[in-house]
């Protein structure tokens, strides 16, 4: 049978359709000859990961993905080609992750190989996104974000208070204090060079000071360690000792005994010691003003004259009266 022209036309376009649809599914990552297994993971977001990208397992590509749909619960649906006959299990988890820093996606299954339920086709993995490189760095970016927009913001207000503080009188009164102070400095420095001709001339002076200074101290250092050899607690016993005496003799005297005790406490006492103070003093005045009544020398034998008080006698007696 002879094909006609048409038929061969006909058939060659039908073939490069199909050739175009399995080439353009095969860009799109899907082949549809392929008999791989087909497993759902249903996510918050998605973003960065496209249609064919790579899914992982233990490091290992096991599949891809073949394309993801909104549900009406506004989440993600995506449908994952396995190629690999790993067996994986119904527990096993599917987590979204950065495959680079620049942001792109890749699906990593963490198996659980005690599980012995196996997945089958069609059925859902649990779900689980981790923040790639690029997601972390927005994240902790948003509140350095608004922490350096606050900071512009202050800086603002204090450039724009300084500027207002800095007004032309007080740009010529601090131009005029920078002045003084290069004065202050100058002044300061030419002190500070008389004061090293100072030291320089008197260099000899101070040596000998330090020398004396020296001799002090090494005269204190052994006056310290005779003072650390004498014994001194023996010597502060041997006082609290004495003092002891000193406050039991005082509280003697105080509770009236002894003679010094009893003079003090006994009033009988002191006016006897008070007459007989007197009446000695009465009698060393009369010794005084009439001696011959007590030493007689005379040779003609003179009669001895009555005894007379003495003024000062009467003068104390008739006080003592009135």
Known sequence: MKL?????TAILV????????????????KNLFDSSKKIYVIYDSVEGLEPA????????????????????????????AITSDYPISKSSVAELSGSSPLGGKEIIIFPNDDDPNLIQSGEFLQARSKLGLTDALAEQMVPLKDKIEKLLDNANVLFTNFNEVFDQNTKANLKSSISELNKTMKEFSGISRNVNSLLAENKTK?????????KTTANFAIMSDSLAQANLGQTVKNLEKTLASVDKI???????????GK?????????NFTKASKELELLLQDLRLHPTRYVNVSLFGKKEKPYVAPETNKKS???EQK
């Open 14 to 29: 039908i073939t490069s359709i199909l050739l175009f649809i399995w080439g353009y599914n095969f860009l799109k990552g």
């Open 250 to 260: 005082m509280k003697g005297i105080e509770s009236g005994k002894g003679t010094i």
């Open 317 to 319: 007696e008739n006080s």
């Open 263 to 271: 003079l003090m406490k006994d009033d009988a006492m002191y006016t």
């Open 4 to 8: 006609t022209k048409e038929i061969k």
């Open 206 to 214: 101070l040596n000998h000071s330090f020398e004396n200074l020296d």
């Open 53 to 80: 990208s790579s899914v992982k397992l233990k490091g290992v590509n096991v599949g891809r993905v073949n394309s993801y749909h909104f549900l009406d619960n506004k989440k993600v649906q995506v449908e994952l």
